[in-house]
Every structure is written in C-alpha cells, then in structure tokens.
Nanobody, 125 residues
Framework: QLQLVESGGGLVQPGESLRLSCAASGFTVDYHAIGWFRKAPGREREGVSCIAVTGGSTNSPNSVKGRFTISSDIAKNTVYLQMNNLKPEDTAVYYC??????????????????WGQGTQVTVSS
C-alpha cells in the first residue's frame, strides 16, 4: 500500500527554522515527483515546493524562494522540506504528495495522486 507520512512540524517563532520529512512506503520516491503543499485556515491549498526526484529538477513559488529548500534521500526513501526564516504567514498544515515524474514538476495538485495526512506548522511569537 502506497503511503506518505509527514513529520517535523511544530510551533516556532518568526525567523526560526523547521525541517519537514516525507517518508514514503510501498513505493520508491525515485521516478516520482514529490510535492509539498500547505493549507492555511480560510485559504486554498497552495503548492510550496516540488522535486522531480530522479532528475533533480525543483520548482517553488516566489513566496518561499530563498527560504524553503526541497531535497531527497533515495536511500531513506524520504523527501525533506527545509524551511528557514519562517514567517507567521507560513502557518498551515503541510502535506506531501507523490505523482509520476516527467523530468520536471509543477505545483499542480492534479499532477499528484497520493497524499499524506499532513503536519501542522505554526509560526508565532
């Protein structure tokens, strides 16, 4: 059974960092695109970063560029999201998702067909 499990969320102060993990089971992350999305209260779910694991291509919106970095560890079958200089507006439930790799990735929910349950990130002083 394909499964994605997120971890690493928590409560931090503005300016601090967190590293989220997305552990896959039932399949290997290579030859897949893995994306991170977030859902804040009252807002639509939005993509924050994705990686085409085998090719290494990544994609992220301007709102997180320079602060968020996505990476993969094929040996651990895990994808990470390093989040630095966190802001209150980054508060959300963060989800990882997997879809077929096409050499590149776009932050389109329709490209991802397996989703994790999410991990809460709260940025507050």
């Amino acid at each position: 059974q394909l499964q994605l499990v997120e971890s690493g969320g928590g409560l931090v102060q503005p300016g601090e960092s967190l590293r989220l993990s997305c552990a896959a089971s039932g399949f290997t992350v290579d030859y897949h695109a893995i994306g991170w999305f977030r859902k804040a209260p009252g807002r639509e779910r939005e993509g924050v970063s994705c990686i085409a694991v085998t090719g290494g291509s990544t994609n992220s919106p301007n709102s997180v560029k320079g602060r968020f970095t996505i990476s993969s560890d094929i040996a651990k079958n895990t994808v990470y999201l390093q989040m630095n200089n966190l802001k209150p507006e980054d508060t959300a439930v963060y989800y990882c998702a997997a879809g077929p790799e096409q050499g590149w990735c776009l932050l389109r929910e329709s490209d991802f067909d397996n989703w994790g349950q999410g991990t809460q990130v709260t940025v507050s002083s």
